[in-house]
């Protein structure tokens, strides 16, 4: 096992640069997980730590050696791709085998090794014999882990090895990429545009946004205290409401289109007396406001309801802008469209930020 240590990494592809100075500190057994929308080089970055893409500036340390200039062969990695990557003609065995072989590993160890890992992820001897073709979609990806074990690396690295599975398959799968690394304690970095896998798997989460770490810590830390807009719409699923509206005069309220009042969780907004805001609201701290504590934010035009059993979504309008809400409430609710519903707010569960910026307004800031 070892850590891994990014400083002021940059990639350039001619004049555009697409990693943008990023710096973290990974630690020995820790489970990162880099989540970003597509195109916002989680995946470039992953590769230059394998090596697979050379880096333009900046430093890149496993285990305390940098390797900027070893080859990925040299760097005691290994990672499971999202194409699985599987010599079609070998069995899984082989497969598995294979990186070990090449190493020049005398065979009573080569099969030592791949029949634990095969057994860690309980690949039975019919399977060993199979080849891919006839494995199912998760069992292949079984194999790619397998074939990553086996080598007993110092740091895995996983490209969206996920995406190419079915809903249903990925939950199972996620549970046991995360039982796994738990198993092995190695370090472990994974790549995912899936907020819910970011939020499930990783002791950290680093946010990236067009080559830029927006922010970086645990995943509930994220969840809780976004440090941008663009973090609070990413984490959260259905995603954050975003509304216009200005703090009060006095700095304790925050006043929406309409008329509608809030108050602001305890702290001094005063620095910010006046001036417009973003006000971000998680669907699930809204709640009829007959049965809540905070206070009424608006009263709700419905226009659709999603049925989920456990929860209902219920989707909308209010103000004078119409501004669209979505609501996520526990339990099956009846709600038919034209239906208008008061709701309320915690104070504690208000989300300010710069209009401009974007960046999060905490009080005497």
């Known amino acids: 096992m070892a850590e891994v240590n990014l400083r002021e990494v940059v990639k350039d592809y001619g004049d555009l640069r ?36 050379q880096i333009t500036g900046g430093e890149i340390a496993i285990g305390g050696r940098v390797v900027n200039e070893l080859e990925p062969a040299a760097r ?24 070990l072989r090449i190493r ?7 099969d030592t090794r791949v029949r634990r890992a095969a057994g860690i992820l309980e690949l039975g001897e019919e399977l060993l014999r199979r080849k891919p073709r006839q494995l199912s979609g998760g069992q292949r990806q079984r194999v ?57 798997l990783g002791h950290r989460l680093m946010v990236l946004n067009g080559g830029v770490v927006e922010q970086l810590g645990p995943p509930i830390a994220l969840y809780e205290r976004p440090a941008t807009r663009f973090v609070a719409g990413f984490i959260g699923s259905p ?32 620095a910010h007396a006046g001036r417009p805001v973003t006000l971000g609201i998680r669907p699930e701290h809204l709640e009829p406001a ?22 209902t979504l219920i989707h909308g309008h209010f103000g004078n802008d119409r501004s669209d809400l979505t609501v996520r409430l526990h339990g099956t609710v009846h709600a038919a469209a034209g239906d208008v519903l008061p709701l309320s707010v915690r104070p504690e569960h208000l989300h300010l930020f710069d209009p401009d910026s974007g960046r999060r307004l905490d009080p005497a800031a």
Not at 34 to 39: A, C, H, L, M, R
Not at 80 to 97: G, I, K, R, T, W
């Open 18 to 53: 697409v990693i943008h100075g990023v710096s973290c500190d990974i630690r020995d057994g820790e489970f990162l997980v880099i989540v970003g929308p597509s195109g916002c080089g989680k995946s470039t970055l992953l590769r230059m730590i394998a090596g697979l893409e």
């Open 76 to 99: 005691d990695i290994a990672m499971v791709f999202q194409n699985y990557a599987l010599y079609p003609h070998m069995s899984v065995y082989d497969n598995m085998a294979y990186g």
């Open 104 to 110: 020049g590993l005398p065979k009573a160890e080569i």
């Open 144 to 200: 790619a882990m397998g074939r990553a074990i086996v080598r007993d690396p110092a740091v895995f690295l996983f490209d969206e090895p996920l995406s190419n599975l079915d809903a249903k398959l990925r939950v199972q799968m996620r549970l046991e990429i995360k039982k796994l690394q738990q198993n092995l304690g190695v370090t472990s970095i994974y790549v995912t545009h899936d907020q819910v896998e970011a939020m499930t």
């Open 239 to 270: 995603a954050m409401n975003f509304l216009t509206a200005r703090i009060g005069a006095d700095g304790t309220t925050v006043d929406l289109p309409g008329g509608d009042r809030l108050p602001l969780p305890d702290g001094d907004f005063a």
């Open 290 to 311: 007959a049965e809540g504590i905070g206070v009424a934010v608006a009263h709700l035009t419905v226009v659709v309801t999603e049925q989920l059993g456990a929860d």
